[in-house]
């Protein structure tokens, strides 16, 4: 059965001719249709191609804030322990002023005198070394009240002072490349109340 529909099937195809209009492909689609069609990829080519430009943007500034906070990794990193060296450099400095104040110029002691020498050298390379890793120490005195660099602890009359000035300076302060480690704490002048 099989082969006889095969057999027949090809002595019908082989009396058909080839201008049989029968032989003739058609296309289910007309030709407006394929245009539509055809508008229709067009846009959704541009549309993956805008996604595409937006998705390329995002990783890029995702890369550049990602190379940001390694950055400031780095630069910050050492925050906390700058801090408590801070502390360790005021002790160091008053140590060093309270020798001072001990090695009376008219009874000189060399022992007291040979102490000073070594805290103010040790204080001295203290800072250097804050400086070469961007900790500098803040001098305020005379400046311009900041937040977000001074702590106030107490109001000092304005005697020949500009109101809203530092006018004492109670514990210094320290930035770390532009950033406050720790806040100065300060006196601001105010104006005298009669």
Same mark, same amino acid.
């Given at each position: 059965?099989?082969?006889?529909?095969?057999?027949?099937?090809?002595?019908?195809?082989?009396?058909?001719?080839?201008?049989?209009?029968?032989?003739?492909?058609?296309?289910?689609?007309?030709?407006?249709?394929?245009?539509? /069609?055809?508008?229709?990829?067009?846009?959704?080519? %541009? &549309? #993956?191609? @805008?996604?595409?430009?937006?998705?390329?943007?995002?990783? *890029?500034?995702?890369?550049?804030?990602?190379?940001?906070?390694?950055?400031?990794? /780095?630069?910050?990193?050492?925050?906390?322990?700058? %801090? &408590? #060296?801070? @502390?360790?450099?005021?002790?160091?400095?008053?140590?060093? *002023?309270?020798?001072?104040?001990e090695a009376?110029?008219?009874?000189?002691?060399?022992?007291?005198?040979?102490?000073?020498?070594?805290?103010?050298? #040790?204080?001295?390379?203290?800072?250097?070394?804050?400086?070469?890793?961007?900790?500098?120490?803040m001098n305020?005195?005379?400046?311009?009240?900041?937040?977000?660099?001074?702590?106030?602890?107490?109001?000092?009359?304005?005697?020949?002072?500009?109101?809203?000035?530092?006018?004492?300076?109670?514990?210094?302060?320290?930035?770390?490349?532009?950033?406050?480690?720790?806040?100065?704490?300060?006196?601001?002048?105010?104006?005298?109340?009669?």
């Amino acid at each position: 059965c099989v082969f006889s529909t095969a057999a027949q099937q090809r002595s019908t195809g082989d009396e058909c001719g080839p201008e049989d209009p029968s032989d003739e492909p058609k296309h289910p689609l007309s030709d407006c249709a394929l245009e539509h /069609k055809a508008i229709k990829l067009e846009e959704q080519v %541009r &549309d #993956l191609t @805008e996604r595409y430009r937006r998705a390329l943007a995002d990783s *890029e500034n995702v890369r550049r804030r990602t190379q940001k906070f390694v950055e400031d990794a /780095k630069l910050f990193g050492i925050q906390s322990f700058c %801090r &408590d #060296l801070v @502390e360790v450099a005021d002790i160091l400095e008053k140590t060093a *002023e309270s020798a001072a104040g001990e090695a009376e110029p008219s009874e000189p002691n060399p022992t007291l005198q040979k102490i000073y020498e070594g805290l103010a050298l #040790l204080e001295a390379k203290l800072q250097s070394v804050f400086a070469k890793h961007g900790l500098q120490k803040m001098n305020p005195l005379g400046g311009r009240y900041d937040p977000y660099e001074h702590e106030i602890v107490c109001h000092v009359p304005a005697e020949g002072r500009q109101p809203g000035t530092v006018a004492l300076v109670a514990q210094d302060g320290y930035k770390l490349h532009g950033r406050t480690v720790r806040h100065a704490l300060v006196g601001v002048a105010v104006e005298a109340q009669q």
